[in-house]
């Protein structure tokens, strides 16, 4: 039954429910003289307070005083206290003086002073119910703004990682292409297995923006199809190598995270050594953590160290996944050789 009631009714019953209980209270036991009709006026008294303040929260939603202006909110807010008090007031006064209730035990009053007195009392009474109703509506449209950014910066956020993970270097497919169509001919075979590997890597980057994270093991999959394709490019120009520890292979690691730094070292390592040099990936866990580090030959360059897009979008997803859990560094390891090092907490499998 409760749940079909506005939480506004409740609210309204609850408060005039408790002003009653109050006044009734308060009468019982410290008056020192009894008042005519007593039951009858209080009850009359809430009955209309019900009334008045559901037509002053109509005419509030009706003119949306509530979307106005701070200051104009204000100004109205008194205004109508005082409009509402007043017709109260009179209202209160003139339903007693129809029913012919006015107490007769007490000093006699004059009609005017019994009027000012009920509306001065009224409109405390509006006052703390408007106050009560402003704030209550404040809060709770300053929480639904806060609830409405933080879902949209959410959906930002989302949209933001799926660009990074489903991001592959155009550069890549073309030279990829243009390696398989030199093969088709003179090695038919291995250029079949090139296409299937391309395929493998299209593949996992659209449905990266599907998944948080996969195994370490599916990630390296991609990573060597991705490193067998450029290895038809720079044929001896690139030796890999791979030191994984067959525990971390179940670990979950974000989607094409891995490969991104392996294509950065790539194009800012690798490709520019005449000679070439060497890919090495590493796995392992290290202080209770889990460590993946790529290592390639060259230097840093300004563009890698500050404004890459590996190092950016890679330092980036590890911010939105492990909440400052997860840590990211490159540099240069030795006057030959760059070092990316990702540190993740160890999931418990």
Known sequence: ?????????????????ASMAT????????????????????????VLGILITHIMRMTIREYKVLEKRLETQIILFILLTLVFSVVYGFADVAIEKALNLRDTGGPKISLANEITRTVINNFFLLFIWNLIYYTYHYVERNLKQEVDTLKLQAVVKELELKTIKSHINPHFIFNALNSIRALVDENPTRARTAITE????????????????????????????YLALEKMRFEERL???????????????????????????????????????????ISDFVNDHHELVVQNSGQLNSYVNGEGFGVISTQYRLNLLYQGKATFEIKNINLEMVESRITMPVAAL
């Open 239 to 281: 030796t890999i190598e791979m030191d994984i520890d067959e525990d971390t292979l179940g670990q979950p690691v974000p989607p094409m995270m891995l490969q991104t730094l392996v294509e950065n070292a790539i194009k800012h390592g690798i490709s520019k050594k005449i000679n070439g040099g060497t890919i090495k990936v």
């Open 23 to 46: 006044s009734t209270f308060f009468y019982l036991t410290l008056s020192v003289r009894k008042v005519d009709h007593f039951f009858i006026l209080i009850l009359i008294s809430v």
């Open 198 to 225: 391309l395929s493998n890597i299209l593949r996992s980057s659209m449905q990266a923006e599907k998944l948080e994270t996969v195994p370490l093991e599916r990630e390296l999959n991609i990573v060597k199809d």
């Open 1 to 17: 039954m409760l749940k079909k009631i506005s939480r506004y009714w409740i609210c309204q019953l609850t408060g005039w429910g």
